[in-house]
């Protein structure tokens, strides 16, 4: 699976640069997914499929948080996570109403996933990775989302194959997206711009003699 997640290490990004990069590969990462579950001959019909996205995005939006932990500092952390929030629940709500109808998706996202939230904070990571009773929460959550049809085997292929193979990509892509040189608020960037010296008026810092053309052949008149 391709991940949009590259980035120069030079460059300085906004939280909401990075929010908007893991939303889409959040998406990305879920529709996937999806394909993985509908592959394996589970049945998803169309009134489940949004309730396993919800999940999906959830859960991912969970293990975004805990591989952030020590990478930023709190509040660059929990501003990130907001901003993924929203930003995740705007591709639920477009989605959606494009493929159900009207509605208030985005409140319903929301709503969802500050449920979900209060729920991952009891299980912990390990090692660097969501532990068994995260992804067990997880695949619960998706059993619920699907026909009982597969209620019987679904949590074990949740467990042991999806859940694995999100983190994996969602991890991947955590990694890439914030190892720029710096991370920076809006805020912070406006104030940047506003304050940055023009071109003009820097200092140059070449050693070199400068050019002198000795050739009339090069002359422009």
Known sequence: MR???TWHKTQVKTIEDIAGALAFNSWR???????DLIN???????DQVFNVIQEYMCY???CVDRLTYDILDNNKRQELI???????????????????GPGDHWQEFIQTYNSRTQDYSDYQFKDGEPNYLFMRYFAEK??????AADEKWIVQ??????????FKAINKSVQQLVSVDQIVSNEEKIDRKINKTP?????????DSPYRNTSSSDHIS
């Open 3 to 5: 991940v949009k997640s």
């Open 29 to 35: 990462i879920t529709k996937n997914q999806l394909e």
């Open 40 to 46: 394996e001959a589970f049945v998803i019909e169309k």
């Open 60 to 62: 991912l939006i969970q």
């Open 82 to 100: 907001v901003a993924l929030a929203k930003q995740s629940a705007d591709y639920y709500h477009e989605n959606k109403e494009e493929r159900i």
């Open 142 to 147: 998706i059993q619920k989302a699907m026909t």
């Open 157 to 166: 292929q949740m467990c042991e194959i999806q859940a694995p193979k999100a």
């Open 199 to 207: 071109r003009s008026k820097r200092k140059s810092t070449r050693q």
